[in-house]
């Protein structure tokens, strides 16, 4: 390890990592930044935000430490900070390309650029943004989240706030209490919940269950599986796929149906299908080739 710069308001390591690490950051208050980069040197810089006596003290304190292909960030709280007024740092990592993350924040946002490998991210209230990586876990208390893309699965969930995500390679569960819910594409299982607010997929993978408390569902194209959407309040669109046969049990308490799907045989053996299970209380319901 090297030590480049120490002082009352930032810190500087480095740590020769010539190969993807595990890297684990934790911090009460502030904003924890990841670039994965073509490197074989991690980098690691804690900033006092707003350069006041408790951000200070807590870099002076702060665990900085490689073991082995670990790479620990440890901020400890310690003294009384009012969030939003004292306390805030910023932790900037720079990483090897494919690196293991754990992020943490009491309260603050989480940033990574560059694909990453498996990622958690956590804040108790912020803004989480993940960039491209093998599999995320992200949650919020309160903020927004948005995951680029993942050759694995995602689980993603907030207390108050929107999740939009691009290209999931294998299953998706995404929760919100109350925000709008946007993914690109899911390979595997999609799972998508918001206690209010709209949900959309563009393709809909091998299953999709999308539950609207209050808000339209709308799935842009389906060419195979299962489609089970669910809202009371709101409307639903599906588009199938052309050629793809469509086994339909809609329900709706009061809207209208309305359908470009036209009645068939029995698909043949090898023919794609989707199932499309839709519910809503009060809402039309459109069914259109895609």
Same mark, same amino acid.
């Given at each position: 390890?090297?030590?480049?710069?120490?002082?009352?308001?930032?810190?500087?390591?480095?740590?020769?990592?010539?190969?993807?690490?595990?890297?684990?950051?934790?911090?009460?208050?502030?904003?924890?930044?990841?670039?994965?980069?073509?490197? %074989?040197?991690?980098?690691?810089?804690?900033?006092?935000?707003?350069?006041?006596?408790?951000?200070?003290?807590?870099? $002076?304190?702060?665990?900085?430490?490689?073991? =082995? %292909?670990?790479?620990?960030?440890?901020?400890?709280?310690?003294?009384?900070?009012?969030?939003?007024?004292?306390?805030?740092?910023?932790?900037?990592? @720079?990483?090897?390309? &494919?690196?293991?993350?754990?992020?943490?924040? =009491?309260?603050?946002?989480?940033?990574?650029?560059?694909? +990453?490998?498996?990622?958690?991210?956590?804040? =108790?209230? *912020?803004?989480?943004?993940?960039?491209?990586?093998?599999?995320? %876990?992200? &949650?919020?208390?309160?903020?927004?989240?948005?995951?680029?893309? !993942?050759?694995?699965?995602?689980?993603?969930?907030? *207390?108050?706030?929107?999740?939009?995500?691009?290209?999931?390679?294998?299953?998706?569960?995404?929760?919100?209490?109350?925000g709008r819910v946007t993914l690109?594409?899911?390979?595997?299982? $999609?799972?998508?919940?918001?206690?209010?607010?709209?949900?959309?997929?563009?393709?809909? &993978?091998?299953?999709?269950?999308?539950?609207? $408390?209050?808000?339209?569902?709308?799935?842009?194209? $389906?060419? @195979?599986? +299962?489609?089970?959407?669910?809202?009371? !309040?709101?409307?639903?669109?599906? *588009?199938?796929?052309?050629?793809?046969?469509?086994?339909?049990?809609?329900?709706?308490?009061?809207?209208?149906?309305?359908?470009?799907?036209?009645?068939?045989?029995?698909?043949?053996?090898?023919?794609?299908?989707?199932?499309?299970?839709? !519910?809503?209380?009060?809402?039309?319901?459109?069914?259109?080739?895609?």
């Open positions: 390890m090297s030590e480049g710069l120490v002082n009352d308001e930032k810190r500087q390591h480095s740590f020769q990592t010539p190969a993807p690490i595990c890297l684990r950051v934790e911090i009460p208050h502030g904003r924890i930044i990841v670039a994965a980069e073509a490197t %074989d040197v991690t980098r690691v810089e804690l900033t006092a935000i707003h350069n006041d006596a408790t951000a200070r003290a807590w870099i $002076a304190d702060a665990e900085i430490a490689q073991n =082995g %292909d670990e790479i620990v960030v440890r901020v400890r709280k310690s003294g009384r900070a009012l969030f939003g007024l004292a306390g805030g740092i910023e932790a900037s990592i @720079h990483a090897p390309l &494919g690196s293991a993350a754990t992020l943490s924040t =009491g309260a603050g946002q989480v940033k990574t650029t560059g694909r +990453l490998g498996n990622v958690s991210a956590r804040s =108790g209230s *912020g803004t989480i943004d993940l960039d491209d990586n093998d599999a995320a %876990d992200a &949650g919020t208390g309160s903020g927004n989240i948005a995951i680029a893309s !993942s050759s694995g699965s995602i689980e993603a969930k907030t *207390g108050s706030g929107r999740i939009i995500v691009g290209k999931v390679g294998v299953d998706a569960r995404i929760t919100t209490g109350s690109g594409e899911a390979v595997g299982a $999609a799972r998508l919940v918001t206690g209010s607010g709209d949900i959309e997929v563009g393709q809909a &993978g091998d299953s999709v269950e999308a539950v609207a $408390a209050s808000g339209s569902i709308k799935v842009s194209r $389906a060419d @195979h599986g +299962l489609a089970r959407l669910r809202t009371n !309040s709101g409307r639903v669109w599906v *588009g199938v796929a052309n050629g793809a046969a469509a086994l339909l049990d809609i329900t709706t308490m009061s809207g209208r149906v309305e359908s470009e799907l036209q009645a068939v045989e029995e698909p043949a053996e090898g023919q794609r299908r989707v199932e499309l299970v839709v !519910s809503t209380l009060s809402g039309n319901v459109n069914l259109v080739r895609a």
